[in-house]
Nanobody, 122 residues
Framework: VQLVESGGGSVQSGGSLRLSCAAS???????MAWFRQAPGKEREGAASIISNGVTSYADSVKGRFTISRDNAKNTLYLQMNSLTPEDTAMYYC??????????????????WGQGTQVTVSS
């Protein structure tokens, strides 16, 4: 499975962006997640969604970000609202087998996307 992210860009603080991750194959049975990595910082898991639709979020994005999936389109989404400069990072899509909350278990990731940059200015 190849994963291709899109939707990143530059936005002012308080703004919104919607990231998409298009998969080359069927994703309905996969757990999916979004990770992010800011310059000079370690990769951070942001949100997960497993095959049955259950979602989970890192505390840093809870209440502001929403992860969703459209299995018919083989696409994962991340709606990001109330963005702050601290959200500036490269955002990566990830997929893995099983029912793992991948954003808390990066060692379970089987496929990674190439990333899309999100920059939030104050």
């Amino acid at each position: 499975v190849q994963l291709v992210e899109s939707g990143g860009g530059s936005v002012q603080s308080g703004g919104s962006l919607r990231l998409s991750c298009a998969a080359s194959g069927y994703i309905s049975s996969y757990s999916m997640a979004w990770f992010r990595q800011a310059p000079g910082k370690e990769r951070e898991g942001a949100a997960s969604i497993i095959s049955n639709g259950v979602t989970s979020y890192a505390d840093s994005v809870k209440g502001r970000f929403t992860i969703s999936r459209d299995n018919a389109k083989n696409t994962l989404y991340l709606q990001m609202n109330s963005l702050t400069p601290e959200d500036t990072a490269m955002y990566y899509c990830a997929a893995g087998s099983g029912s793992w909350l991948l954003h808390t278990a990066p060692d379970r990731v089987r496929y990674w996307g190439q990333g899309t940059q999100v920059t939030v200015s104050s």
